[in-house]
């Protein structure tokens, strides 16, 4: 089955750190470049961060520069995203995206209490 399922998701306390999972299957996963963007109420879906093939180059959206860290383990078909400083304005339905095959995970909910 095609598929990229999140999880890793919860309600924390501004300061906190959160670590976002996002398991893939029915691809190849190491030959797509992978990212993770997320959509507040009410706002459009933004990039958060992105990983090549190989994980050798990442990019990160202004917000969460010297924050999130996003990372890929090709064996295990997982990328993740590694959150923490949390603030209020991080609350979000967070999802993952496999970028040459525009497929896409259902979402977790990230709740940062302020």
């Known amino acids: 089955q095609v598929q990229l399922v999140e999880s890793g998701g919860d309600l924390v306390q501004a300061g906190g750190s959160l670590r976002l999972s996002c398991a893939a299957s029915?691809?190849?996963?190491?030959?797509?470049?992978m990212a993770w963007y997320r959509q507040a109420p009410g706002k459009q879906r933004e990039l958060v961060a992105g990983?090549?093939?190989?994980?050798?180059?990442?990019n990160y959206a202004d917000s969460g520069k010297g924050r999130f860290t996003i990372a890929r383990d090709d064996a295990k078909n997982t990328v993740y995203l590694q959150m923490s400083s949390l603030k209020a304005e991080d609350t979000a339905v967070y999802y993952c995206?496999?970028?040459?095959?525009?497929?896409w995970g259902q979402g977790t909910q990230v709740t940062v209490s302020s």
């Open positions: 029915g691809i190849a996963f190491s030959f797509n470049p």
């Open positions: 995206n496999a970028v040459a095959r525009n497929l």
């Open positions: 990983i090549s093939r190989g994980g050798g180059s990442t």
